[in-house]
């Protein structure tokens, strides 16, 4: 999980200057990453690094391994939220919410893709355990939601069809 | 050059919603051009929101999501007319950041 | 085989003749009567989709099911032509070289008036649609018509929409012969099969409407070019009408027309006019 992140070639690309427009009152933090020398993620205090290895699975349980360290269990109270059908499959809205306490992070894996983590987001304390975005899926599968909670992996699952698109297809 | 980022930041009572809509192709490296190349991987990997110093929410995307990635979530302790910052960068070391007020 | 084929083609033709030669007599002559089809067209969406606002009809797909509303809702939240949305403004507004802009080519300085159109123009004798207008007036302002279809001009015809939200449209049909011409012309392309699957622009969009078709669902053709220009999930960007008539022809295997045809202004002149009474909801989204 806390493998590091691609490397930042040391050129103040466009991009980059952009960030030093905007975070030009935000200390020696924003400094260093407008310079090139570190990566954003990582100006935030103990931000964690871009999980580059867990991305690269192509199986949930590989995935969950190389994110987590840890294994999953079903919980009724992590609630899912995705379309029986999905409308498009290049644009599937995920919505998750969980009642568990202490949840550090929320991660949405689709088995059925390529690669099978989709999205991981991580949750300081004081951030409501609930998540809203938009993925790919590239044929019909399973959405999984993994919570962590107090250290512990839950997790609920649905199914999401996906058809071509009879205008387009 | 206008912004990549759209962000709503609302304040209702104690929590904070934000909704974000950021401009980014979100090649996922397994679609062809119009020539049949594959188009190469082009997407956000890190997004960071924070607030008050503070960061509230980070977001680690694959090639997965959705082109011009919408996110939500809510935290606690934003007041009004405070400021949120939100910037990402992806996996060719682009980035882009921007500052808005709750509301 | 093949003889038997030839003789079914045989009888068909015979058929065909035998039918076209009665029609005539049948028939006193063509009556065109845009008011009395738009009663009709207008009222059989309200049969087939009961409890549908009249407005919501410009929500195509979403206004006839349920669980595709609630995705489009959700994308509504932040939807993805807001982008399209700003540039639009800032190319509205952007003078041209001579310092005049759009405004100067517009009623209304080109605020608030997305459901007039098409119109047909008098002097020109043809149907004028906002984007052939937006380039029009490029062209008297000694710059370059944009190329239809998507990037500035569907980003354009976004803003201008917006400005014209919730004003219903509002299509005229003069009394004059050539409008009428129009009117049929385009209502004919609307009910003409075309193309190797044989579909007419009616067969998916009145005969079956709200059903699917593969993972769409079809959108009613009443109010469908009301929420025009849209960013279709399957584009991954935003289109214009002229967008969606050539990927509507390419779908059934016909050959396109040019963008801004004349058969596609007189369709949309066609379209619109049906719809008179749905509120403009432009941009839109749309699978």
Redo the contacts between chains.
Sequence with gaps: MSRAVSSVSGEVSAGRRLVLHALGLGGMAALAVAAGLVPPARAAEEAPAWPKNAFAQKDQAHALDALYGKTLEASDKVSLDVPEIAENGAVVPVSVTTSLPNVTSISVLIPENPYTLAASYRLPEGTEPSVSCRLKMAKTSDVVVVVESAGKLYGAKKQVKVTLGGCGG | M?STI?V?AVAHGE?TEV???I?HP?D?G?VKDKEGKLIPPHYI??V?F?CNG????????????????????????GRKGDEL?I???D?E???????AKIL | MIGRIGSIYRAAAAAALLFTSLLPAASAGPRIDPAGDQRAFQAYFERAFPGVALDDFANGPYAVNKEMRKQWEEIMQFPPYDFALDDGKRLFEAPFKNGKSYADCFPDRGIGIRQSYPYFDLRSGEVVTLDLAINRCREQNGEKPLPYEVGDMAAIDAYMASTSRGKPFDIRIPDDPRALAAYENGKKFFYERRGQLNFSCASCHVQAAGRRMRGDILAPALGMLASFPIYRSDWGSMGTVDRRFVSCNEQVRSLPLKPEDEAYRDLEYFLSYMSNGVAIAGPGTRP
Aim: charged share 25%; glycine share 6%; no cysteine.
């Design positions: 206008p759209r709503r929590s909704q974000s809509l401009q979100m996922s397994f990997e890190v960071s924070e503070k960061t509230v929410f980070t977001a680690f995307w694959g090639p997965a999501v959705s082109k011009d990635p919408y996110l939500k979530f809510s935290f606690k302790g910052k910037s990402w960068t996996n070391g682009k980035s882009d950041s921007i500052a």
